[in-house]
C-alpha cells in the first residue's frame, strides 16, 4: 500500500537524513542498538542518526496502534513487532514519519527534545533484531543453482524438482550474527578428490554467498498453511544476509542430507529490517519464466504474486583485502546482481514453507539463496566466480582471490530503486574473516 510515507517530496527536519541514500525518511528501518555499553533498544534509522523509541515512548509520542506497536518496538528484540501485525506496524510507521517531517505538527517542539530522542548511529552498537526461532536457506537463485550444479554434475546441473520445488533446508540459527564481527575460519572434515581419506584441518575453500533475508511477521499454526495470497502480510521486513560457507566441508558431508557443518559456522544479516511497508513502491512483476518451463503449481501461483511479487533491489558485494585496508584503498567491486534474479517469489518460499502445515512463527528467518545473474560480474559467491575454485579472480590491485583469506572483508550493500520515489537502501552487511583455531 502506497501512502503519505512513500512521498518522494518528503523531508525530515534530521540533519543530513534529507540525502542520505540509505535511510531518508521514506525508508524508517528498525532495529536494536545499544550505547555506551547501556541496554539494548529498538530504534529506527534516521539518517545518520537512531530514533529512539523507548525515548520517544517516555516523552508520550505515540497513541492508539502506533503506541502498541511502538511499545513493542522498543525492547532488546523486535519479535512482539514482528508478530504483532501489518496494521499496527504501519500506524507505527505513519506516525514516526509524521513526527520526523519537516512539516510535521510536532517539528518545533520535538526538535527541542531532539537530544533525548535520536543518538549518532556511528556512537551506538547494532544488536540482532531478533530473537531467530528457526532460519531456513532457500535456493531461490537460479543462476546459481545451475552454475552451482555444472560445477559439480555438468550433465544434469538442475535437478527435476528445481522449476516445481522453492528447494531449502533448514539451516542454524543459533550462530546468525550481526553485520560488523568477525568469522572465524572453521576446522572440519576435507576430502580433496586426489586424498584417499579425509582428514580434519581448517577450512581452504571459505567462501560467501549474497542472499536476501526475510524476517517473518505474524506466524500460522501448526496444522494450517498460509495460502499464498496472504503470504505477504506474514512477512516483516528484509536484509541482506551473508551465508558463509566452508565448500571444501560442504561437497565432502552433504551426501545425502544436505548442507551442515559448512554453513552452521555463521551466518550474517545487516541489522536494520527494511519493512514490507517501505518496500511496497519498489514492488515489481516476477520475471516471467523461460518458455518451456513449466507453470508453478497452484498453491504457489497467485496472480497479485506474480504481478507484484517481486522486489526491484539492486545488490553489490564488495572485497576488502588487508592489503587493500593498510593500502587506503577502495574495496573491490566482486558482484553486481539484482533481487529479481530469484526463481522463487518470497511469497511463494512462504506458502511453500507452510504448505505441510509447518509453523511459522515471528522472527524466524529466511535465506534467499544465492542471487546471481548471468552476466560475467554477477556472480554472488565465489564457488560461482572461480568455477569451484578453478579460475582465480583478479582484484582492482592486483591481488587475486580463489577463496577467502583471513583478514578479507566482504561487504553487501542493496539498494531498492524505482522511478517516481526516492531510492532507499539496506545499509551494509559487513564481516571480516579470522584465522583457524590452532588444532593440538
Ligand atoms: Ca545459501
Redesign the pocket.
Known amino acids: 500500500m502506497i501512502d503519505e510515507t512513500h512521498d518522494p517530496g518528503r523531508t525530515s527536519w534530521v540533519e543530513y537524513a534529507n540525502g542520505h541514500n540509505a535511510f531518508p525518511i521514506q525508508n524508517l528501518p528498525h532495529g536494536v542498538f545499544s550505547q555506551n555499553g547501556g541496554a539494548p533498544r529498538g530504534g529506527i534509522a534516521i539518517g545518520y542518526k537512531i530514533f529512539d523509541i523507548s525515548a520517544a515512548l517516555e516523552a508520550g509520542l505515540f497513541s492508539g496502534a502506533a503506541l502498541e506497536a511502538a511499545q513493542s518496538a522498543s525492547g532488546r528484540s523486535l519479535n512482539a513487532w514482528m508478530e504483532c501485525g501489518a496494521g499496527a506496524r504501519r500506524a507505527l510507521r505513519r506516525r514516526v514519519g509524521e513526527l520526523l517531517d519537516s512539516k510535521g505538527t510536532d517539528a518545533g517542539q520535538l526538535q527541542g527534545i531532539a537530544k533525548q530522542l535520536l543518538h549518532d548511529a556511528a556512537d551506538c552498537t547494532m544488536h540482532l533484531p531478533a530473537r531467530v526461532g528457526d532460519f531456513t536457506?532457500?535456493?531461490a537463485g537460479i543462476h546459481h543453482a545451475r552454475t552451482a550444479g555444472t560445477i559439480s554434475r555438468p550433465e544434469n546441473p538442475l535437478m527435476p524438482n528445481y522449476k516445481y520445488v522453492p528447494v531449502a533446508y533448514h539451516?542454524r540459527a543459533s550462530s546468525v550474527r550481526p553485520s560488523g564481527g568477525t568469522v572465524r575460519r572453521p576446522n572440519g572434515q576435507r576430502k580433496p578428490p586426489e586424498q584417499a581419506s579425509p582428514d580434519f584441518g581448517p577450512c581452504r575453500d571459505l567462501d560467501y554467498?549474497l542472499?536476501l533475508g526475510v524476517w517473518v511477521g505474524p506466524g500460522n499454526e501448526l496444522g494450517t498453511p498460509i495460502p499464498i495470497a496472504e503470504a505477504s502480510s506474514h512477512t516483516a521486513g528484509f536484509c541482506l544476509?551473508n551465508?558463509w560457507?566452508a565448500r571444501d566441508v560442504q561437497s565432502w558431508e552433504s551426501q545425502p542430507l544436505g548442507?551442515f557443518l559448512a554453513?552452521s559456522l555463521s551466518t550474517f544479516v545487516s541489522p536494520w529490517i527494511i519493512t514490507t511497508d517501505a518496500l511496497a513502491p519498489f514492488r515489481m512483476a516476477q520475471p516471467p519464466r523461460p518458455a518451456g518451463d513449466p507453470a508453478p503449481l497452484p498453491h504457489l501461483n497467485d496472480p497479485a504474486d506474480q504481478a507484484t511479487g517481486c522486489f526491484n533491489i539492486d545488490f553489490e558485494v564488495l572485497l576488502l583485502t588487508p592489503k587493500m585496508r593498510s593500502a587506503g584503498t577502495a574495496p573491490h567491486v566482486m558482484s553486481r546482481s539484482k533481487a529479481s534474479d530469484l526463481y522463487w517469489t518470497v511469497a511463494q518460499m512462504v506458502a511453500h514453507h507452510t504448505s505441510n502445515g509447518c509453523n511459522l512463527q515471528a522472527g524466524d528467518l529466511f535465506?534467499?539463496?544465492?542471487v546471481s545473474g548471468t552476466e560475467p560480474g554477477s556472480a554472488g559467491?565465489l564457488l560461482e566466480m572461480t568455477r569451484g575454485g578453478r579460475n582465480p579472480v583478479t582484484l582492482s590491485n592486483g591481488e587475486t582471490r580463489t577463496w577467502l583469506q583471513d583478514g578479507d572483508e566482504v561487504i553487501f550493500l542493496g539498494q531498492a530503486r524505482r522511478s517516481g520515489y526516492l531510492s532507499i537502501g539496506f545499509g551494509e552487511c559487513r564481516g571480516t574473516v579470522t584465522e583457524a583455531l590452532k588444532l593440538t
Open positions: 536457506d532457500f535456493f539451516s554467498e542472499e544476509l551465508d560457507s548442507p554453513k535465506g534467499s539463496g544465492t559467491c
